[in-house]
């Protein structure tokens, strides 16, 4: 049997306290130190990722907010733009990044149409993302090229029933809702006109104003240019309330269909596993943005009209959505390769 001398035993009880007194001095500093990391986010700049080329009607209204936020929060808010495939390249990096609130995603509802337009999207819409907020909705404006001889909408519904097959509209792209909506407006008259898909907004616009083709269901702020110089001539509004920067024309809803709602809405998600605090805080800071006076009045400009909601309301409007474009493009029979 190993003898142990009073000095060693002494030594290693001595070194037995100290590491106790280690263990407990470590183990409370670890929630202090995720504390003081929580309360100091951010503490570097935050990416804004947007699926959409600069300037574009989605991109207007992010950098108003990322401006808003930005100087809320102390921190820069960076739009990033990752155009490309209806929105899936900017949401499967967003869905991979790092969970740390550095790096958001300002999506629109391209992401409730995606699940049903593409077979290997790399995400999963449902899963893959915490919501943080519902930000603003865009109404979209039936706009006709100006030879088009009808200025009501019904006028319009009885022009394409005579007139069908000289007739095309354009889009933002094949199951953009700039599509879909027009789809489903033509679809409530029992109408089946042809298609054209452009790559945004802006070469859809330019040809209905050349005559190439007819109409167009874009967004306000898009549109707004051309019906201002008169080169469109805008018919209906796709909300269920008029928007400000066209007051005098009428929607859809009190001019012809009944409950007819489409909108191009936008909204915050983070990555799944991003803390629950982060994710309030952020909510917090779009909703204070969302009601401050000049966002407000720059959202008014563009015909934007701001919304905003909980995480939780956000998440259930995001799923009822997905459900309901689902049905929608099955009904248009729209594919994507």
């Given at each position: 049997m190993k003898q142990v001398y009073p000095q060693q035993f002494q030594a290693r009880s001595m070194l037995k306290a100290l590491s106790a007194v280690?263990?407990?001095?470590?183990?409370?500093?670890?929630?202090?130190?995720?504390?003081?990391?929580?309360?100091?986010?951010?503490?570097?700049?935050?990416?804004?990722?947007?699926?959409?080329?600069?300037?574009?009607?989605?991109?207007?209204?992010?950098?108003?907010?990322?401006?808003?936020?930005g100087e809320q929060m102390g921190q820069a808010v960076v739009v990033e733009n990752k155009p490309g495939a209806n929105g899936n390249i900017a949401a499967a990096l967003v869905a991979k990044a790092p969970a740390d609130g550095y790096t958001v995603f300002y999506n629109t509802s391209a992401i409730a149409l995606s699940p049903a337009l593409y077979k290997n999207l790399g995400y999963d819409a449902k899963t893959d993302f915490a919501p943080v907020a519902l930000t603003a909705v865009i109404p979209l404006v039936l706009a006709v090229h100006p030879s088009v001889p009808a200025n009501t909408l019904g006028e319009f519904f009885q022009y394409l029933k005579t007139n069908g097959d000289k007739v095309s509209y354009g889009s933002a792209g094949n199951g953009n809702v700039t599509h879909l909506g027009a789809f489903m407006l033509l679809k409530s008259q029992g109408l089946n006109i042809q298609h054209v898909p452009y790559k945004g907004s802006a070469p859809a616009l330019l040809d209905v104003v050349a005559g190439q083709t007819q109409f167009v269901t874009d967004t306000v702020n898009s549109a707004l240019p051309f019906i201002k110089d008169k080169r469109l001539k805008a018919l209906a509004v796709t909300s269920l309330q008029r928007a400000s920067v066209l007051p005098d024309v009428p929607t859809v809803n009190?001019?012809?269909?009944?409950?007819?709602?489409?909108?191009?809405?936008?909204?915050?998600?983070?990555?799944a596993r991003t803390s629950p605090e982060i994710v309030k805080r952020l909510n917090a800071e779009i909703m204070k943005a969302l009601g401050s006076a000049d966002v407000k009045a720059k959202l008014a400009a563009q015909g934007a009209v701001p919304l905003g909601s909980t995480p939780e309301a956000y998440g259930k409007y995001l799923k009822s959505e997905i459900?309901?474009?689902?049905?929608v493009v099955q009904e248009a029979g729209v594919t994507v390769q």
């Open positions: 280690l263990f407990v001095a470590a183990s409370a500093l670890v929630p202090a130190h995720s504390a003081f990391a929580q309360a100091g986010y951010p503490d570097k700049p935050i990416k804004l990722v947007l699926a959409f080329p600069p300037g574009g009607p989605t991109d207007l209204v992010a950098r108003v907010l990322a401006q808003k936020v009190e001019a012809a269909v009944k409950g007819f709602e489409v909108g191009a809405w936008q909204g915050v998600v983070v990555p459900d309901r474009w689902q049905k």
